[in-house]
């Protein structure tokens, strides 16, 4: 569902163009991520629509579960975040391979699925070194913060993986992103602003 809704409702422009405008958009989301907050919000205001909510015969322990995932995963496809999460990965990477590799017990506590508490920041590394023993689930695998820490490297790869298909269809992707990035560029001039980097399409050569 997050990499279905990742960019639902897209302007067209980045946040960068977004903050410096000051766009509704921008200001709703306090120049914070405001494209993947808007996304998340937007997705969410039409998953809540009369026929539309699918959660409706899940508890709301899992309703809460799942939009706290799906939020958290939008939210780090901002590419201003991902020196951050690679950051983030590189300290827990170990304790997350070696949690894996535990014997597997067949029974799966309720606690194994617990949403983590506490910072969320990707800088705070004293607390992403506790103990692997509290972050890793009776049946072997690391609990949600891990995982959804491992999806989120997963999202964010598959966001921009077209340099690893076909080249006709890596050259598709990149001919429509250069539309939008020029469209931006365009925008930019018309208001006098200096263009973004990758938006100037005089002079461009791919």
Known sequence: VAAAIHDYAHPGVNNGFLVTTHSSIAIRHNDDSPLER?????????MGQKGNVFLS??????????????????LCTDLGLGLGLINQFNVVKDEIRAS????KQPMV???????????????????????????????????????????????RCADI???????????????CINQEFFAQGKKEKELQLPV???CEEDGFNL
């Open 100 to 103: 894996c590799s535990k014997n």
């Open 57 to 74: 015969e899940w508890s709301k322990l899992d309703q809460n579960r799942f939009r706290h995932a799906v939020i958290q995963l939008v």
């Open 109 to 155: 506590q309720a606690a194994d699925f617990s949403i983590p508490t506490g910072s969320s920041k990707t800088d705070d590394a004293p607390a992403l070194r506790r103990s692997a023993a509290k972050r890793t689930s009776s049946f072997g695998y690391p609990k949600l913060e891990y995982r959804l820490l491992v999806l989120k490297v997963a999202l």
């Open 161 to 175: 993986s077209h340099p690893t298909k076909q080249y006709h269809i890596h050259q598709r992707w990149t001919e």
């Open 38 to 46: 808007f996304h998340c919000a937007e997705a969410f205001r039409v």
């Open 196 to 198: 973004s980097p990758l």
